[in-house]
């Protein structure tokens, strides 16, 4: 009697379609599975089946092993469900620094069971009077007066809403005309990552989260700055000094050399007239008669 059918379907969240691709198409042909793929942005769908339940556990496997780091879920689960559950399993704080970030991640959250354990939902950071404040304080404080990059804002705001409230991740975006840069700040440094406004920036934001959270790679495109970096960005870079002419250096240090010759000789002759400068022509004129040899006198 034939085994029944096996399948399953896997959720991927970054992975190239390409990639994909050309990971079904290692399947061995005695695994006897197949795969359809569909895409919708930058998540992908995966539907496995196989003839046998051994056949489909190996090309699991091998699309585990493929996308170890893209691979959210299975079935029905959503990415903000496996964004809960990455922050709930690695006892991680979730916050945002700012109220464009809070419009992406709140509606997706909201209503995944334990969000509130590991997502603060804006009532501890940037919706909370005195907390806000002191973030939007701090933020500023750290960047030139009169800033107005939003992308330099925002990266701040992370930062100083990390510290002030003490959570291990948090989450900005810096809203621009036609897109928007997700930032995504921790103790090591801080993510950042440009999302067209029509690419679902928030699914992005928590893909970011989950990736963090989780300790895995940042899907292709997700830039990275060391926290000392980070803090760097914020200074206004000092204008360099001006070099002085190599030409008005040597003058100086001839000058100053002269200088100090001349003070040699004034202490000499000082010494040699006993204080009396009037005499010294009378003294080096003596002394130059005494070296000239008389009439009469012979070299020895």
């Given at each position: 009697?034939?085994?029944?059918?096996?399948?399953?379907?896997?959720?991927?969240?970054?992975?190239?379609?390409?990639?994909?691709?050309?990971?079904?198409?290692?399947?061995?042909?005695?695994?006897?599975?197949?795969?359809?793929?569909?895409?919708?942005?930058?998540?992908?769908?995966?539907?496995?089946?196989?003839?046998?339940?051994?056949?489909?556990?190996?090309?699991?496997?091998?699309?585990?092993?493929?996308?170890?780091?893209?691979?959210?879920?299975?079935?029905?689960?959503?990415?903000?469900?496996?964004?809960?559950?990455?922050?709930?399993?690695?006892?991680?704080?979730?916050?945002?620094?700012?109220?464009?970030?809070?419009?992406?991640?709140?509606?997706?959250?909201?209503?995944?069971?334990?969000?509130?354990?590991?997502?603060?939902?804006?009532?501890?950071?940037?919706?909370?009077?005195?907390a806000g404040a002191q973030i939007e304080k701090r933020a500023r404080a750290r960047l030139p007066k009169g800033t107005t990059d939003p992308v330099r804002l925002a990266l701040m705001r992370a930062q100083a809403a990390r510290r002030v409230v003490g959570a291990d991740l948090?989450?900005?975006?810096?809203?621009?005309?036609?897109?928007?840069?997700?930032?995504?700040?921790?103790?090591?440094?801080?993510?950042?990552?440009?999302?067209?406004?029509?690419?679902?920036?928030?699914?992005?934001?928590?893909?970011?989260?989950?990736?963090?959270?989780?300790?895995?790679?940042?899907?292709?495109?997700?830039?990275?700055?060391?926290?000392?970096?980070?803090?760097?960005?914020?200074?206004?870079?000092?204008?360099?000094?001006?070099?002085?002419?190599?030409?008005?250096?040597?003058?100086?240090?001839?000058?100053?050399?002269?200088?100090?010759?001349?003070?040699?000789?004034?202490?000499?002759?000082?010494?040699?007239?006993?204080?009396?400068?009037?005499?010294?022509?009378?003294?080096?004129?003596?002394?130059?008669?005494?070296?000239?040899?008389?009439?009469?006198?012979?070299?020895?």
């Amino acid at each position: 009697m034939n085994e029944a059918k096996a399948g399953c379907v896997l959720r991927l969240f970054g992975a190239p379609d390409a990639a994909v691709g050309a990971a079904v198409g290692q399947f061995p042909p005695q695994w006897n599975a197949a795969a359809q793929w569909k895409s919708r942005g930058a998540e992908t769908l995966v539907a496995l089946s196989a003839q046998s339940a051994a056949g489909l556990k190996k090309a699991v496997g091998a699309l585990r092993e493929t996308f170890s780091a893209d691979l959210y879920g299975a079935g029905e689960t959503t990415l903000a469900e496996a964004v809960v559950a990455a922050l709930e399993g690695h006892d991680r704080l979730l916050i945002c620094s700012d109220a464009a970030a809070g419009t992406l991640l709140e509606a997706r959250l909201e209503t995944v069971p334990g969000a509130e354990k590991v997502f603060d939902f804006g009532a501890l950071s940037y919706a909370h009077p005195k907390a806000g404040a002191q973030i939007e304080k701090r933020a500023r404080a750290r960047l030139p007066k009169g800033t107005t990059d939003p992308v330099r804002l925002a990266l701040m705001r992370a930062q100083a809403a990390r510290r002030v409230v003490g959570a291990d991740l948090a989450a900005g975006c810096a809203e621009r005309e036609q897109d928007c840069v997700l930032i995504l700040s921790s103790k090591k440094g801080c993510w950042l990552r440009t999302v067209q406004r029509t690419d679902k920036p928030a699914l992005w934001l928590l893909d970011m989260i989950r990736r963090a959270a989780c300790g895995l790679p940042q899907a292709e495109g997700t830039g990275f700055l060391p926290a000392r970096k980070a803090e760097k960005t914020a200074q206004p870079e000092a204008a360099p000094a001006p070099k002085k002419p190599r030409r008005a250096r040597r003058v100086l240090v001839v000058l100053l050399v002269l200088a100090a010759l001349a003070a040699l000789a004034a202490a000499g002759a000082w010494v040699y007239t006993g204080g009396n400068f009037y005499a010294l022509p009378q003294r080096l004129h003596s002394l130059w008669a005494d070296g000239v040899p008389h009439a009469g006198a012979s070299f020895l």
